[in-house]
């Protein structure tokens, strides 16, 4: 007891800088990313999510401004929301489509430096077994089929003129991967066909510019082959459909692969993005 008592001023300091612990403050940047959780949670699950003002967000997290500004960066980054500075602030939320999917698929190639030949190779693996999977729908000749025939329809009209033919037939390809029933082959092989659709678009502006896009012919020849495929899918053939969907693909591949197949996909282009964001205009 005594000991205890004639402790020095030093031994009772380290005592207590043992067994005391100190509080610490929770840093802004975590706090940043659980807001930034829960809000991404909401933009996800309801198609209908508004986004409040900043003000309520404070009110209703009980952080600091700095902490929600973080959050709404964190999401900025991902694409989530697009956040309006100046005067007139406030933030847009954006849900992820198959449109995005394509643009941040299509960085990591160009990262990657994957080639044009390279994606081709992967199209005609996956894109013919969409054609397949389309002449197995039940409902084929009531809803595949009339949306088929009208891009068809469509591509005739602008055959004339190569830049808007091949807009009207990369259309086509589009719908094919849309009609597909499984969800995840649909968001996977339409990322890859709105990527390749963007470089051939680029390459049918080049080749009309300099005078050298393949003839009206060869442009009759294709719309032959889309209207072979749609008999295909309407008569429920699914092999004879993924066989013919395999071949037109390789043979329409082949005119952008001869002079740029070795290029690597470029997403960022202006035209590329503006290509990608507008792949899901024939599906709606």
């Known amino acids: 007891m005594v000991s205890l008592v004639r402790l020095s001023w030093r031994s009772e300091y380290k005592v207590a800088s043992v ?8 840093p802004q940047r975590r706090i940043a990313e659980t807001v930034a959780d829960e809000l991404r949670d909401n933009i996800l699950g309801d198609d209908h999510y508004r986004l409040p003002t900043q003000e309520q967000l404070v009110k209703d ?19 989530l ?33 994957v ?19 389309c002449a197995k729908r039940e409902d084929r000749l009531e809803v595949v ?6 891009t068809i329809d469509d591509s005739v009209d602008h055959i004339a003129n190569g830049v808007d033919f091949t807009h009207s037939a990369r259309d086509f390809h589009d719908l094919v991967v849309s009609f597909t029933p499984n969800a995840t082959i649909r968001y996977a092989v339409g990322s890859y066909v709105a990527l390749w659709s963007a470089q051939e678009e680029a390459w049918a502006e080049a080749r009309t510019r300099h005078g050298e896009y393949p003839s009206q012919l060869e442009a009759e020849g294709a719309v032959h082959a889309h209207h072979r495929l749609v008999e295909e899918i309407a ?12 071949a037109h693909l390789a043979a329409t591949q082949a005119l952008v692969l001869e002079r740029y197949g070795d290029r690597v996909v470029n997403a960022s282009a202006a035209m590329s993005r503006q290509t990608i964001q507008s792949s899901r205009r024939a599906r709606r």
Request: one cysteine or more; charged letters at 25%.
């Open 145 to 150: 089929v009339p949306a088929l025939q009208k």
């Open 81 to 113: 929301v697009t956040v309006r500075r100046g005067n007139i602030g406030g933030a847009d939320v954006h849900r992820p489509d198959e449109t995005s999917a394509a643009y941040h698929l299509g960085l990591s190639l160009q990262a990657g430096r």
């Open 61 to 79: 997290f009980g952080v600091s401004y700095p902490s929600i500004r973080e959050a709404l960066r964190i999401l900025e980054t991902e694409g």
């Open 115 to 133: 080639t044009l030949r390279d994606l081709a190779a992967g199209l005609q693996m996956l894109e013919p077994m969409c054609a397949a999977e």
């Open 235 to 246: 008569a429920g053939r699914a092999d004879e459909a993924e066989r013919l969907a395999r």
């Open 19 to 26: 067994t005391t612990v100190p509080s610490r403050r929770v």
